[in-house]
């Protein structure tokens, strides 16, 4: 079955057209062991409105947050406009359409709340939503995910099973999905992002990943 990797709507939404370029996450209490683990380096992007915050969305992004409602797919219709003013405002959809898919180009863990803050250029979250992620579980790293992004050719709408629901990084699809579509950025587009944040990373304290294999 297709892995997707479970993101805020309009995360995704910046994603899919390549306005984020990383990811971050420390892991939540339905992970496997408690923390998070790259467990496939190719997966589509699955949408959820599940404890999306519009607060921590950089104020230059926050009319995006009104255009990832077309991520859901509601019985009766849209939530209303009031729905978005407020955390946990918005009821979960029964379906949603997923139109990307990504691959890992490269993971990196960070201690340093430097890196954090020099990658905001690449990422619609707040710096300081960003740096309290690196700060939770002090223990752990914080996982960066360069994502090269892809659109496929017509988005594919999604039944929300009950067992996707909670903090989880990972989901099973149960309908088939393409690997198809072109990438949001050009190759010298997304090889000039890449350059860039590579050096932001390696400034601070940072441990590369192997691949996998």
């Given amino acids: 079955m297709p892995i997707a990797f479970k993101e805020w709507a309009v995360t995704v939404r910046a994603l899919a057209e390549g306005e984020q370029l990383v ?4 892991g939540g209490i339905r992970e496997e062991r408690k923390h998070f683990e790259v467990e496939h380096d ?14 921590v969305i950089r104020a230059s992004h926050q009319p995006e947050l009104r255009r990832a409602l077309e991520e859901g797919v509601w019985p009766d219709a849209e939530p209303p406009a009031h729905a978005l ?29 430097r890196a954090v803050d020099a990658l905001s250029p690449y990422y619609v979250w707040t710096s300081d939503y960003c740096e309290k992620r ?3 579980k002090r223990r752990h790293p914080l996982h960066v995910l360069l994502l090269r992004t892809y659109r496929i050719p017509r988005p594919v709408t999604v039944k ?6 909670g903090c ?16 949001v950025l050009s190759d010298d587009e997304f090889d000039r992002a890449s350059e860039e944040i590579e050096a932001i990373v390696h400034g601070g304290v940072v441990e590369r990943v192997p691949a996998l294999a």
């Fill in 23 to 26: 990811t971050l996450r420390k």
């Fill in 42 to 55: 190719r997966f589509f992007l699955y949408p959820t409105f599940e404890h999306q915050r519009n607060d």
């Fill in 85 to 113: 003013t407020r955390d946990g405002g918005i009821p979960q959809p029964d379906r949603v359409r997923i139109r990307a898919w990504a691959e890992v180009a490269a993971h990196w863990t960070i201690t340093d709340p």
């Fill in 134 to 136: 690196l700060q939770w």
């Fill in 160 to 165: 929300v099973r009950d067992d996707f629901h």
């Fill in 168 to 183: 989880r990084s990972w989901l099973e699809i149960t309908r088939d999905l393409p690997f198809e579509g072109t990438p």
